[in-house]
């Protein structure tokens, strides 16, 4: 009996200290100078819609929207389709006025059943990225009952996330790439540390995570940053005292992370860490990368909300020039 | 004839030259609802005891650090700009869940202003750790007589304190919140969303929340339309229009064929093409939600409006308590 005790207790260390690794990394910024990362707030050169769904019967589809919110500067964009297999469909040369919108139905342009859409601000003519920060971006989301695999429909609309440049790219004349400097010097940094808020799957059945990943080639299609890269923690709101379970493999993927509350393999775990008060945090470490977190009708609420972001990170991303 | 055509179209161009040029070009907003911050806002609530099952908010606050943090609450109901207020005590890591059926029963509109506060003083500090967000749902003809239920979600507003508040800025009695970009975060002063043509989608709405006065007098304003708003449609067709965000703490405008009332009407206006336009709107100072209800394209939620320049300096005044026992002891 006492050898077992004694185990247990070198387990709950053991379980404090993988927490607390975990934790050391998912620390909100401090300082009088925070660093800016994306928001889908505000104007950008580079706009990510971190999830754009369409299928034939176009029961599930995405109304995408790209403004020209400037009154003065036309804008060029490239369109960057990511599906989630990472091979990457392009839209090459939109062309927009001052003051121009357009907007497309994915099931109009995109065969394909989901993934994500990156926009950039290029020079039409030397075909180079640059900084013309006047995008803004808007979608709405309608999913049938079923298709996140539990919980209801899905209707709700999000702002995509726009990163600022804040210099033009260096881009060589020659080449059919260039690189997008994602390091708070060319454009905003990325995202990479996350928490969500999460109310318990059992009362909110299909609660979905989905992110989209900003590392790497989208030209070659190695496309990482939407993984989970070390334990996430779902943290019960601590109404009845605090009660925590680190969980392995939240996101998996690489360009392109869902994952399903209902559907993770440690779902008991999830379940019961949130038994408590019902509702908690869910706090997880990616190579960088935009997400959305989707709570389908089903439970009391229902809604797509963007991640918060409590960490940033330098990352690059090649995209073919067109 | 031809001279009267001629002036006409001068009087013309020079108008358009006029909406223009007075347009301002976006700025890099620091300001944003992904990120922690040391104030949160939620930009709108609503609630009905009657039936709270399905017209309600649920709101969530979280602290993302490892130390405790105490929260002043301020619930500011549209009607006549009252605030009420508690306290929350968020230990590290700890989420707090506020439905608005429970803590402000049957308001139309509100909202509601998070501050982190010192534990013994009551004043706000430049803690930024805090994290929110919302659920909203309300029922067919609620947001407005012609528009479907609403159901979504947003995510909180949060103002990253740079630096603690000036010593003389809290006296005990009140603070001085200076969203100046010094302090905190600025606010939104020209504000931008894209729109659909009410025809095709009925309901739209525009909130929009004042976050410059005095809470502790009523006084609180920003939330109105400054200036000419100006709304583009496909082809790039210029409309103006004013008066169409108006009210004091809160200000909303649904999108309806006369409001806001533009030449040829609105549906006319943005029928070119897919029915579809861009607003831009100046108010005084504060920030704002989309709403656009459910409807029979299926295209529905909620959104924050886009910022494209920020508010230089306002100031909100805050009541300030000492929150003794809030906390329990450590």
């Given at each position: 009996m006492h050898a077992i005790k004694k185990i247990a207790c070198v387990l709950c260390v053991l379980w404090a200290g993988l927490s607390s690794v975990a934790l050391a990394q998912v620390v909100p910024p401090t300082g009088s100078t925070p660093t800016l990362g994306p928001s889908d707030q505000k104007a950008g050169s580079v706009l990510v819609f971190p999830l754009v769904v369409a299928n034939a019967a176009k029961t599930a589809d995405t109304r995408i929207t790209i403004s020209n919110i400037s009154s003065k500067k036309s804008a060029t964009i490239n369109l960057y389709f990511i599906p989630d297999n990472c091979m990457e469909l392009n839209i090459p040369g939109m062309f927009l006025t001052p003051n121009q919108s357009i907007t497309f139905a994915a099931s109009d342009l995109y065969p394909v059943d989901r993934g994500y859409l990156i926009v950039v601000a290029f020079d039409p003519t030397t075909n180079c990225p640059i900084q013309n920060n006047v995008l803004m971006g808007s979608a709405y989301v309608k999913l049938p009952s079923g298709y996140l695999g539990a919980g209801g429909r899905v209707n709700d609309g999000y702002n995509a996330a726009a990163f600022w440049a804040y210099q033009n790219p260096v881009c060589?004349?020659?080449?059919t790439t260039a690189l997008l400097n994602f390091d708070g010097v060319t454009y905003d940094k990325v995202p990479s540390s996350f928490v969500a808020q999460i109310q318990q799957p059992a009362l909110s059945p299909g609660q979905t995570i989905i992110t989209a990943g900003l590392n790497g080639s989208v030209e070659t299609g190695v496309?990482?940053?939407?993984?989970?890269t070390t334990t996430s923690i779902v943290r019960d709101a601590g109404k009845f005292g605090p009660r925590s379970r680190s969980i392995s493999s939240l996101l998996l993927g690489n360009c392109f992370g869902r994952n399903t509350i209902d559907l993770h393999p440690n779902i008991f775990q999830i379940n019961d860490a949130l038994s408590g008060s019902g509702y908690g945090t869910l706090e997880f470490i990616t190579m960088g990368g935009v997400g959305l977190l989707i709570t389908p009708s089903g439970g009391k609420w229902a809604g797509i909300q963007p991640l918060h972001t409590v960490g940033l990170k330098d990352v690059t991303l090649e995209i073919p020039r067109v | 004839m031809k001279n009267l055509l001629k002036l006409i179209i001068m009087l013309c161009a020079m108008m358009a030259s006029v909406a223009v040029s007075a347009q301002p070009e976006p700025v890099n907003i620091p300001l944003s609802d992904q990120r922690a911050g040391a104030i949160l806002v939620f930009p709108y609530y609503s609630s009905s005891m009657i039936n709270p099952a399905t017209h309600d908010t649920r709101m969530t606050i979280s602290n993302v650090s490892d130390t405790q943090q105490i929260v002043h609450l301020l619930m500011i109901d549209s009607q006549l700009c009252e605030e009420q207020d508690i306290f929350i005590c968020l230990n590290k890591r700890q989420s707090c869940e506020l439905l608005a059926s429970d803590i402000d029963p049957d308001v139309k509109d509100g909202y509601l202003i998070a501050v982190a506060v010192d534990a013994t003083t009551g004043c706000p500090v430049n803690k930024n750790v805090l994290i929110g967000g919302a659920f909203l749902k309300m029922p067919a003809n609620t947001l407005h007589s012609s528009a479907g239920a609403v159901s979504g979600a947003y995510t909180a507003e949060a103002f990253y304190a740079k630096q603690p508040i000036a010593a003389a800025d809290c006296d005990g009695i009140t603070a001085v919140i200076r969203f100046d970009g010094t302090y905190y975060d600025q606010v939104g002063k020209y504000l931008a969303t894209d729109i659909q043509a009410p025809s095709v989608i009925p309901g739209q709405t525009i909130v929009t929340v004042g976050l410059d006065g005095d809470i502790s007098l009523g006084d609180i304003h920003g939330a109105s339309q400054s200036a000419t708003g100006l709304v583009y449609n496909s082809i790039e067709r210029l409309a103006s229009f004013s008066r169409f965000l108006i009210g004091n703490c809160m200000a909303k405008g649904v999108i309806t064929d006369t409001s806001p009332k533009v030449v040829y009407r609105l549906n006319k206006f943005l029928?070119?093409?897919?029915n579809f336009g861009t607003m831009k709107i100046p108010i005084g100072a504060g920030v704002g939600l989309f709403i656009v209800p459910e409807n029979t394209k299926g295209w529905s939620g909620i959104r924050p409006m886009h910022k494209l320049t920020p508010h230089p300096g306002a100031t909100l005044v805050v009541p300030v308590f000492a929150p003794t026992g809030v906390c329990p002891v450590p």
């Open positions: 060589p004349i020659a080449g496309i990482i940053g939407a993984a989970t | 029928s070119g093409g897919q």
